[in-house]
């Protein structure tokens, strides 16, 4: 039961304060004129401001118990995260902007947050280290096959990719400080905690999605099966996102799991690069 891997003792999180779409003029469905495509991100994007909030405070809560070489990272975390809603908060703004209405979805997302927080403190952050397993395996896949973001609006791919890369780069941030917080739980009981915790927050995030995605869906007037099915289609075969990432999903599950057991800081480094050829000041 005891984790195989560890972060890389080399590793560095550099947070990139940048600044997106301030004066782009986003057309209402953004990702090549598809709705469907458009409202997956967007019903993501809804998410992350309030999500990773909760994120930075359930980590937050804990760095007094990491050991001191995890404490930087912690700190770069979250920097990034707080950068992360910053850039989303402003990326929905311009969803309201083409005249979309997003309150219900926040309304709805703010209820099962206060809930989560609600709970202890070591659930919170299981809850946490569940969702940060999604988004970096979703990270990954969107750096890793371009064809994700093909037709987007340039500041729209910018935004997540620049997202994307720094989700790979902190993916084992909230996890290894569960390992140091519940450090006297033994590990049978980390990994029966996370596992459970992962199996529930699984539908809460499912449910949240396809809520959000029925809201807009809703709102254009094409709620119907054929959306839907075009929709599980799009997620899970072309491009299939959803699709790509089912086995790092149950990877997850597996005792002895360990974030950086795939180790895509090659990946990162491409995507690095593209910016530093000047993709940032296009």
Do not use: C
Request: hydrophobic share 40%.
């Amino acid at each position: 039961m005891t984790t195989t891997h560890k972060t890389p003792t080399d590793h560095v999180i550099h947070p990139r304060d940048i600044a997106f779409g301030r004066t782009e003029q986003r057309p209402r469905w953004w990702m090549n004129n598809d709705p469907i495509a458009t409202h997956f991100w967007n019903a993501l994007s809804v998410t992350f401001p309030m999500g990773e909030r909760f994120f930075m405070d359930s980590v937050r809560h804990y760095r007094n118990s990491v050991p001191a070489e995890l404490a930087p990272q912690v700190q770069a975390f979250l920097v990034q995260e707080a950068m992360h809603t910053r850039e989303h908060v402003v990326f929905n703004r311009q969803v309201t902007d083409t005249g979309y209405d997003i309150t219900r979805m926040e309304a709805k997302l703010k209820s099962r947050i206060e809930f989560a927080r609600g709970r202890p403190a070591w659930v919170q952050l299981g809850i946490t280290i569940a969702l940060e397993h999604f988004t970096a395996i979703l990270a990954h896949a969107l750096l890793a096959e371009p064809v994700h973001f093909e037709g987007a609006t340039p500041e729209a791919k910018r935004m997540w990719r620049w997202h994307a890369m720094e989700e790979i780069e902190h993916k084992a941030v909230a996890y290894d400080t569960y390992m140091a917080g519940l450090r006297k739980a033994g590990p049978v009981r980390r990994w029966t905690l996370r596992s459970l915790t992962m199996f529930v927050t699984t539908f809460f995030f499912l449910d949240r999605i396809i809520t959000n995605l029925s809201d807009f869906y809703s709102q254009d007037g094409i709620n119907t099966p054929k959306t839907w099915w075009k929709t599980f289609q799009y997620a899970f075969f072309k491009p299939g996102i959803f699709g790509h990432v089912v086995k790092s999903y149950f990877s997850y599950y597996r005792p002895g799991f360990h974030p950086w057991e795939e180790d895509d800081r090659d990946l990162l480094a491409d995507a690095q690069a593209e910016y530093d050829q000047g993709f940032a000041a296009a």
